[in-house]
């Protein structure tokens, strides 16, 4: 079971390019970025981000997980919306 | 946010307290207690009647619940299908169909689903207007409009159906076969009602419309459909290539060098990477199979 934390984590790192953008962007510190990706990680059994000399770099798992994650989220995004509004009958 | 706090609602959700809840998800009630008032900062809203000690879910809860249990299943989908590096379509997808569309394409779209991803699993839905549940509702439609709805689609054609005016042989002997588009005035006129046009105006093959006064009509092709069959009137609706055991039917067509068109079902789906990977590839296999249902 993949916790969103951990997804949110893992695209902010894709979309900032390293943990250090990452974390200058949302706020959080480098080690919470990086606990919550070996999190991910170790379910999944396999790496999902390399680092090299010019940042961070997708494996092909980490590949299908952006997907994956994206979609997830907007699920999630989507369900609470709906939870919301539940309950308040046909709008004028 | 964590999806232990959705676990949490559904496990309060299924099991109705919280002891129980608690106990079938290994953990104390206080924790199960801290993990619900969370997930209530997070959305927002009242997630609880409290009277004293005892709580009951309002309305917002009940929703978050049953699309949380979704929500879970996907998750796990996903991770699998990450760890399997797998291009196999396997969880739960929402698909919203025509009211009336006929069985055997269902059941032929679930046989080859069964046989080829045994490990996907469908919710169908009959709506008149299945495009109108994406993307909330449903993952993916079926629809007979010519146009998918604004927004990032992929859509794949499945098959062409013939649009058209078909009437019982019994019906036609009793009341006679119209010979012409005045003559139909005379008959108790049947309509589906298509998602790209009114019912009552009925296209011809010059490019023009036939304006009818319509005895019934409902997006429910397989009720005008059966109408015809019990020689009610003259019914349109559109008619795949193809047998329906279930319910057998010796409609003949009225007028088909005058009304007719040919009107295509297609599945809609959002755009996004795994759609386009997967589901195109699905319901590629999913034409060929119509096709060989078409030719048998």
Known sequence: MADLDELRAFLAIVEHGSAKAAADATGLPRSTLRRRIDALEQRLGAPLLWADPRGTRLSPKGRLMVEEAQAMLAAYASLLERARRAGRGPEE | ?296
């Open chain 2, 1 to 296: 946010m964590n999806l232990e706090r959705i676990r949490a609602l559904v496990g309060f959700h299924a099991h109705g307290n919280l002891p129980r809840a608690a106990a079938a998800l290994g953990v104390s009630a206080r924790t199960l207690r801290g993990r619900l008032a969370a997930l209530e900062d997070e959305v927002g809203v009242a997630l609880f009647h409290r009277e004293g000690r005892l709580l009951t879910l309002t309305a917002h809860a009940i929703e978050l619940a049953r699309g949380g249990r979704e929500l879970l299943r996907s998750a796990d989908a996903a991770i699998e299908r990450v760890v399997s590096k797998t291009e196999e379509i396997i969880g739960d997808f929402r698909v919203a169909i025509p009211v009336g569309l006929p069985p055997p394409i269902l059941v032929m779209i679930m046989r080859f689903g069964l046989t080829r991803y045994p490990r996907l699993r469908s919710q169908v839905f009959p709506v008149a207007r299945p495009l109108s549940l994406l993307p909330d509702e449903a993952d993916i439609a079926m629809t007979f409009a010519r146009r998918p709805a604004d927004g990032p689609w992929l859509s794949a054609q499945l098959m062409q159906t013939r649009e058209g005016l078909y009437a019982s042989p019994e019906y036609l002997a009793r009341e006679g076969a119209p010979r012409s588009l005045e003559e139909l005035h005379r008959h108790d006129l049947f309509s589906w009602i298509p998602p790209d046009q009114p019912a009552d105006e009925w296209p011809l093959r010059d490019g023009g419309a036939l304006v009818v006064q319509l005895a019934h009509s409902s997006p429910d092709m397989g009720l005008i459909r059966q109408c015809g069959i019990a020689g009610l009137g003259i019914v349109r609706f559109p008619r795949g290539e193809f047998p329906d055991p279930l319910v057998p039917d010796t409609l003949v067509p009225v007028l088909p060098e005058l009304v007719r068109r040919e009107v295509p079902v297609r599945a809609v789906m959002p755009d996004t990477p795994r759609m386009r990977r997967s589901f195109l590839a699905f319901f590629g296999n999913v034409r060929e199979g119509v096709k060989g249902l078409g030719d048998g």
